[in-house]
């Protein structure tokens, strides 16, 4: 089976600061995105959709992509689901369920601590329309630094808020900063979701976990030459993230080796 892309965004929007741009993408490039896609034939699922066609319970089209979307930002709804809908492009959104409501409050460092949230109005119309809403943990916290009771609360609690504001079952999440452990993949599992999302910056396959699933950021910078690439794999691609694939992993170590020196 062929390798899939699956894409992550964050905020769709014209609005950002240097701290935060790296993280938006406007909304004329992710037009172009979602129409290069359209045109040259790619079948964009959810993630649940993608697991449940890697496990046999669903057909797998001839070029799947994945779309996925950290965090909750109101953007989601007034800029990126108007072009999904355009398209009939489905998409997995991933919502910090504590900031729902209200603004984004763990991006302080990044000077974008008043960027809007959705609220749950705006989700349950999102969802209507077709768009997986999976969890991004409670409070947006680095999973692998906290105890894993602390930890197991993250994950049921932002399940539970959605669920009970939906009605639905939620069966996928992401890691927030794309920190995860063995641990907390366990923990992800033993919660009820059947899949997770990390980074990692290269595509997946029916081999990847399934509880780290990989997924290639979309940046602003990311013009159509470099989002043509990084669908295919391409090796212009991949050497302008190779550094990215070895960093995150060795930086998730020093990490928590700090803490546990400082503990």
């Known amino acids: 089976m062929s390798k899939t892309p699956i894409l992550m965004y964050h905020s769709i929007s014209d609005c950002t600061n240097p701290k935060f741009v790296q993280f938006t993408v406007s909304p004329r490039r992710f037009a172009e995105q979602m129409a290069y896609l359209r045109d040259h034939a790619y079948t964009p699922l959810t993630v649940t959709q993608w697991i449940d066609a890697l496990n046999g319970t669903a057909p797998l089209p001839a070029k799947p992509i994945v779309l996925t979307f950290d ?5 989601f709804f007034t800029e990126a689901l108007p072009i999904l809908t355009r398209y009939s ?9 504590a900031f729902v ?9 990044e000077e974008e601590s008043q960027r809007a949230m959705l609220t749950w109005g705006q989700i349950a119309q999102l969802y209507a ?26 994950l049921v609690t932002s399940k539970d808020r959605i669920e009970q504001q939906l009605g639905s079952a939620v069966t996928s ?17 033993a919660a009820g979701y ?11 396959s029916a081999t990847t976990h399934p509880f780290a699933l990989a997924r290639l950021m979309v940046h602003a910078g990311t013009d159509r030459t470099a989002f043509a690439a990084m669908l295919t794999g391409q090796s212009s691609y991949q050497f302008a993230t190779a550094y ?20």
Not at 89 to 97: D, G, H, K, R, S
Request: glycine share 8%; aromatic share 10%; proline share 5%.
């Open 89 to 97: 492009f489905p998409a997995t959104l991933y919502i910090a369920t």
């Open 101 to 109: 409501n209200g603004t984004c409050g763990w991006l302080r460092r």
């Open 244 to 263: 990215m694939r070895v960093r995150t992993p060795v930086w998730g170590l020093v990490r928590r080796w700090r803490r546990a020196v400082l503990a």
């Open 194 to 204: 059947t899949s997770a999302c990390a980074v990692k910056h290269t595509l997946s």
């Open 129 to 154: 329309c077709g768009i997986e809403c999976g969890a991004h943990s409670h409070t947006h916290p680095q999973l692998d630094m906290l105890s894993p009771t602390l930890a197991r609360t993250e």
């Open 71 to 75: 965090d909750g930002l109101a953007d």
């Open 173 to 189: 999440f992401a890691y927030p900063y794309g920190y995860y452990t063995a641990t907390t993949q366990r923990l992800a599992r």
